[in-house]
């Protein structure tokens, strides 16, 4: 079975959605933000202390390892569709879904939260959804509203995941 791939905004849902997923599925989950920092042996924020550039390198090095996986459910970060190579990866042996949520709704779901891009400006979520909105619908096989009821993302996923066993 192809991988199932989980790109959108920080706090869309792909991390909760997709254990969800793996669980019911009884596939494998990974989230690529945890699995870095596993393997690189260094925090997000540390990486972006030195540089986006580095983050980023980072991430396209953890993105070409879970590219390997068989029939897993990998939740990407936010800023995964930045780079055109990691979508190309992703997108050999795997099904891309796009989780949208507008940032008005994934505001609520932040607060206190510690992610690098968003922690000094809760604003800047508007900024960086309509820098990738664009990027989220080219590299989406699927694409799925989350801006409503939780079992029913669930239930439009597993559909998606049912496709491809069949």
Not at 28 to 39: I, N, Q, S, W
Not at 108 to 121: K, N, S
Request: proline share 2%; charged share 30%; aromatic share 8%.
């Amino acid at each position: 079975m192809k991988n199932i791939v989980l790109i959108g905004m920080p706090g869309c849902g792909k991390s909760t959605f997709g254990k969800r997923m793996a669980k019911r599925l009884q596939l494998p989950f990974y989230d690529a933000d945890t699995v870095l920092e596993e393997r690189e042996q260094r925090t997000i924020k540390a990486f972006f202390a030195e540089s986006e550039d580095a983050f980023r390198a980072a991430e396209t090095r953890t993105l070409a390892y879970l590219a390997e996986c068989d029939g897993a459910v990998i939740a990407t970060g936010g800023g995964a569709v930045k780079r055109a190579e990691n979508m190309e990866l992703l997108k050999r042996g795997g099904v891309v879904v796009f989780i949208d949520r507008k940032p008005e709704n994934i505001i609520g779901c932040i607060a206190g939260d510690a992610r690098p891009l968003l922690a000094a400006d809760k604003q800047k979520l508007y900024t960086l959804y309509n820098e990738r909105i664009a990027l989220y619908r080219r590299y989406a096989d699927y694409t799925i509203d989350n801006n409503g009821d939780f079992g029913r993302v669930l239930h439009e996923l597993l559909n998606i995941a049912a496709k491809l066993e069949g």
